[in-house]
């Protein structure tokens, strides 16, 4: 079955250090990585995905991931987090299907201390 | 351009009323979905709509739950004889294309519903 893991409810990071939410994904065939993000109050708003070609999938606010198909890992990174970086982090998974289904994950929430 | 946009953007209503929660997705959009998000939690997959197809319902709690979808474009979700476990924030999205799976959905604001 398809499913997406974030084995991490909370992530702790000094601001300026670089931070790492993790993401692992089982599916069968090629896999479609998503990273969401939701600001306190908001929406949750896209930030990168990977579909294929370069393993590493560059996307806004200076957000990275890098698709590591043996691992089965797509790990959401940031060189330098800001204090305003602190939300909720989604990762979804999807694969060639025609129903678009795309399956979250429960979310990491990120806290980027001062 | 217009995001997708959802109203009321809150709802108090008290126990056993129908309330109706509605959805407009971007403009050219063909796959429209509901989903459910308690208290900052996870997202919980609810039904969804693509093109002219049927619904893919089976995400539905429960028979209290109903969506339809009309023309293409605007999406009601509506929940009778509303139960307090019912409170949370009800997110609409939709996506561009259909029938590749590689497309990011646009979420709206969500709808916070309360019931007393």
């Known amino acids: 079955a398809q499913s997406v893991a974030q084995p991490e409810d909370q992530v702790n990071v000094a601001e300026g250090n670089p931070l790492t939410v993790k993401c692992t994904y089982s599916v069968s065939g090629n896999p479609y990585l998503f990273w969401y993000v939701q600001y306190p109050n908001r929406g949750l708003q896209f930030l990168l995905k990977y579909i294929t070609g370069d393993n590493l999938v560059k996307g806004s606010y200076g957000f990275e991931a890098e698709f590591n198909k043996s691992q089965t890992s797509f790990h959401l990174k940031k060189p330098s987090a800001l204090v305003s970086d602190s939300a909720l982090y989604f990762c979804a998974v999807s694969w060639l299907n025609r129903d678009d289904k795309i399956i979250f994950g429960k979310g990491t929430r990120l806290h980027i201390l001062p | 351009g217009a995001g997708v946009s959802q109203s009321p953007s809150n709802k108090v209503t008290e126990k056993g009323k129908d309330v109706e929660l509605r959805c407009d997705p971007i403009s050219g959009h063909t796959a429209l979905y509901w989903y459910r998000q308690s208290l900052g939690q996870g997202l919980e997959f609810l039904i969804y709509?693509?093109?002219?197809?049927?619904?893919?319902k089976s995400g539905l709690p429960s028979d209290r739950f109903s969506a339809e979808r009309t023309g293409g474009s605007v999406s009601t979700l509506t929940i009778q004889r509303t139960q307090q476990e019912d409170s949370a924030v009800y997110l609409c999205a939709s996506s561009l294309e259909i029938g590749f799976g590689y497309n990011e959905q646009f979420f709206g604001p969500g709808t916070r519903l309360t019931v007393l």
């Open positions: 709509f693509q093109g002219n197809s049927a619904p893919d």
